[in-house]
């Protein structure tokens, strides 16, 4: 039996269009709420409207990247009850330490994530 996810508010912050529309598609298959912000400073104006109880992060992105958006976003009173998933392709450890030390909750290859594991991602994360 599969959870009830249409509570659920997810914002994803990734830079490449396809890729973005296609975790949108997805996550609104189970009826989660989907925000869409294609870099760190378009996502951070989004979540004081939004406010996301999960973040699909992109680390490296134009104008404001994953790192910089975590350096900004841990000020707010948002950050303590939003999880936040770093989702990239980049797995250069040095980053992924430091998105944790910034309040990333998770850390996934979006290369090797299937749509099922996506969604079961963020079901362990709430």
Do not use: C
Not at 49 to 65: E, Q
Not at 74 to 87: P, R
């Amino acid at each position: 039996m599969t959870k009830d996810l249409s509570h659920v508010n997810v914002l994803i912050v990734e830079d490449e269009t396809a890729l973005n529309q296609a975790y949108t598609t997805i996550l609104k298959s189970r009826n989660i709420k989907v925000e869409s912000s294609y870099n760190g400073l378009e996502a951070l104006e989004k979540v004081a409207d939004h406010r996301p109880d999960v973040i699909l992060l992109d680390l490296r992105m134009p104008k404001m990247n994953g790192l910089e958006f975590l350096k900004e976003f841990s000020k707010t009173k948002q950050a303590s009850q939003t999880k936040v998933i770093i989702f990239s392709n980049y797995d250069e450890q040095k980053e992924i330490d430091e998105a944790f030390s910034l309040g990333a909750n998770r850390y996934m290859l979006k290369s090797w994530t299937s749509p099922s594991e996506l969604i079961k991602l963020i079901e362990s994360s709430l």
